[in-house]
């Protein structure tokens, strides 16, 4: 798990989103408004929501496209479990929330990283299945 991970603002501008995606080099955001976790925005939410009706990025904010009901993690779930519902959902980042705070993002690359081969090659089998 990531603590402390990037954010933005469910105000803050589709550009802003887009830019703070590039400089993250992540393809999603936790959606807060203060440290309450609000949503979940993704790249894929930029293109088919703004970019593909031609609306201006300029001036639709990230509460106008982000999901409003996103998967999350706890911090005391076993990992096992966080995995197994990435993979129902198919989503390759969870964030942690404990009492509606954002608290940090459970990422499939980080579980690989700490993985061994075999067991990272069958988690992402898994999570591509469905």
Known sequence: MTASPKSI????????????????????LPVVDGD???GMVTDRDLVVKVLAKHL???????SEVKSRQP???RPDEPLEEA?????????RRLP??????????????????SADESATGEMVEEISRH
């Open 9 to 28: 603002s469910s105000d803050a501008s589709v550009v802003e989103a887009a830019q703070a995606m590039t400089d993250e080099n992540v393809g999603s």
């Open 36 to 38: 309450q976790l609000v």
């Open 56 to 62: 201006n990025p300029g001036e639709i904010t990230v």
């Open 71 to 73: 998967v999350v993690a």
């Open 83 to 91: 995995l197994q519902r990435m993979a129902a959902e198919q989503v």
């Open 96 to 113: 942690v929330v404990e009492d509606g705070r954002l608290v940090g993002i459970l990422a499939q690359a980080d579980v690989a990283l």
